[in-house]
């Protein structure tokens, strides 16, 4: 009896981590690196203090992510999934014209850093400040990310042009590029300062520049 559960035992510690009732650990630990990469930056947020967030033995942490680097392109592909569907339920919002949904936007985004004290920023953004310290997967990674931010921009920039909110000859694919280019600084800012005056003239001088 006693060399079976011995045996037991050892399957667990070998095998897949006992199952916790109502709970899921990967994605706790995407959540918990989400919050901790986004505040503190990727090579700051060691794996062991995201574990001990997430209330997770260490030894669990190599059955749900065969790496950091794999764990860091996980994050980062579930930040990109939340704040693309943010972005769709803001920029296809039919009921307001198209640069009204732009504004709506970042009015979203100043509410949300304010709510976390200005802690938390663009996880993407803060991602790309320190890229030449990541492994070399991320920068091929974040690329893609604000290419396909900026397509959904574009997007609805055309929609601005069919509208007669922007001018004809308007180059909307550059003008969601400068937007995004802006937009990351202004999040930086706002972080710094710890307001969300960077967001809004940012926005104040991207809509005034707009081709009408």
């Keep these: 009896m006693n060399n079976k559960r011995t045996n037991q035992q050892a399957t667990v510690r070998r095998g897949r981590p006992p199952k916790q009732p109502h709970r899921d650990t990967r994605t706790e630990l995407i959540r918990q690196g989400l919050i901790m990469v ?7 947020s060691g794996v062991e203090k995201i574990l001990k967030q997430a209330k997770v033995p260490k030894g669990s942490f190599y059955y749900y992510f065969d790496s950091k680097e794999a764990f860091g392109l996980a994050v980062i592909d579930n930040y990109h999934s939340y704040f693309s569907n943010k972005l769709s339920k803001h920029l296809l919002q039919q009921e307001a014209l198209p640069l009204q949904r ?105 809509i005034a520049g707009l081709p009408r």
């Design 38 to 44: 986004t505040e503190l930056g990727f090579v700051a």
């Design 102 to 206: 732009i504004e709506n936007f970042v009015l979203d985004a100043q509410q949300g850093m304010a709510k976390y004290q200005f802690r938390r920023g663009c996880l993407i953004g803060t991602l790309g400040q320190e890229v030449d310290a990541l492994p070399l997967s991320y920068r091929a990674r974040l690329i893609d990310v604000f290419i396909a931010w900026q397509q959904q921009l574009t997007e609805c920039l055309e929609e601005a042009k069919s509208a007669g909110q922007l001018a004809k000859t308007a180059d909307c694919a550059a003008l969601a590029e400068l937007f995004w280019i802006g937009w990351e600084g202004a999040v930086s800012r706002a972080k710094l300062v710890q307001s969300e005056q960077p967001l809004q003239r940012f926005l104040n001088h991207f």
